[in-house]
């Protein structure tokens, strides 16, 4: 790529299952092996971190990174309860209660800590409070239950420019091979979720030179049937039929390590392809993701008519009975405040 390094990214996994007074506990998978080993050595006080460990021990199989984010989230809260006025320097269980984890969680939102920080150590805290109150009987009632963090606003879902629409189709349209087009059009043109095109089998690809369909939809097991604009069809029928696509895999878009493409694969794949815009281009398409394609795609059929019916077919927005998600197909499409800034113009007295 041009002249700079991209910046490091970090990405989290959750660990824990939707429960009614946490969020999920993420892995951070930027922490090396080496880093993990060091801070899961780091010496706690000699009160709290036998504690910490038991609890550690208690916890059910989990990777290096995800026990240091709950070491280092209990380690960093009872240092500060121990610093207040009524603790006098000493942690003890019940020094853990809703006043100290109200304040402790204000007091990392007045610092520019996100809400999802914000959420972890909430998530962390409960099931921390949960063992010492039925597994060490150190603790009367679990303070969580009392915590409610103002709800985060929802940000509109990406709708590109059309600048950034003219660069990311160029940016494919110079890619060699049949591959990279494919791979763009559904997202860009089909609005598929990286899933969808990660697990594209082939008896589902039914792709000829004047019309094709595709069956997709593995989230949630909810399959669907999707007729393909010209542009998509093309592009997959293109590589469908390209002489080098050689293999006996079931799937449609292969890997060279791999039975199939993977998600990771797809996320690598697209960064690359953006990797490959020259310094102006970049400035434009530098925090556009995949899923964005999908988003963008969402506004454009809505624009062009589409019902929200419709669209939450397409993308598979469906609720468990089958019929239409509109909510969160709405929250794919919802207005944003440069919508109603054009839209201010329109206003006459």
């Not at 951070?28 to 060091?38: F, T, V």
Request: aromatic share 8%.
């Amino acid at each position: 790529m041009f002249g700079g390094k991209l910046s490091r990214e970090i990405e989290f996994s959750a660990e824990l299952k939707h429960e009614k007074d946490s969020a999920p506990i993420e892995q951070d998978s930027s922490i090396a092996p080496n880093e993990a080993e060091k801070l899961s050595r780091e010496i706690l006080s000699p009160l709290i971190a036998p504690l910490i460990a038991e609890f550690l021990d208690a916890l059910p199989p989990r990777s290096v990174g995800t026990r240091v984010v709950y070491q280092r989230t209990l380690r960093q809260l009872t240092a500060w309860i121990a610093e207040r006025p009524s603790s006098e320097g000493v942690f003890q269980p019940q020094h853990l209660t809703a006043t100290a984890l109200s304040v402790y969680l204000e007091e990392m939102g007045a610092q520019g800590y996100s809400f999802s920080h914000q959420a972890r150590i909430k998530a962390v805290t409960s099931r921390f409070a949960r063992w010492l109150i039925e597994d060490k009987g150190l603790l009367l009632k679990n303070p969580v239950r009392q915590i409610h963090l103002p709800p985060q606003q929802q940000l509109a879902p990406r709708e590109l420019s059309a600048d950034q629409r003219y660069v990311l189709r160029s940016l494919a349209d110079r890619e060699e091979g049949s591959r990279s087009a494919a791979l763009f059009a559904l997202g860009y043109w089909a609005g598929c979720r990286i899933s969808d095109v990660s697990h594209l089998l082939l008896p589902n690809a039914h792709i000829g030179p004047k019309v094709g369909w595709i069956r997709v939809g593995y989230k949630g097991g909810k399959l669907r049937d999707i007729d393909l604009v010209n542009e998509a069809r093309r592009a997959l029928y293109a590589y469908l039929n390209d002489e080098r696509r050689e293999s006996v895999s079931p799937y449609v878009f292969l890997s060279q390590r791999q039975e199939r493409f993977t998600e990771s694969g797809l996320h690598q794949w697209f960064r690359a392809l953006k990797a490959k815009a020259n310094r102006t281009e970049w400035e434009l398409i530098q925090e556009v993701t995949f899923h964005d394609l999908r988003h963008d795609f969402a506004h454009r059929v809505r624009a062009a008519g589409w019902s929200l019916e419709e669209i939450a077919y397409y993308l598979g927005h469906v609720t468990q009975r089958g019929t239409p998600a509109i909510a969160t197909t709405v929250r794919y499409t919802q207005v944003s405040r440069e919508h109603v800034r054009e839209k201010l113009r329109l206003i006459r007295g």
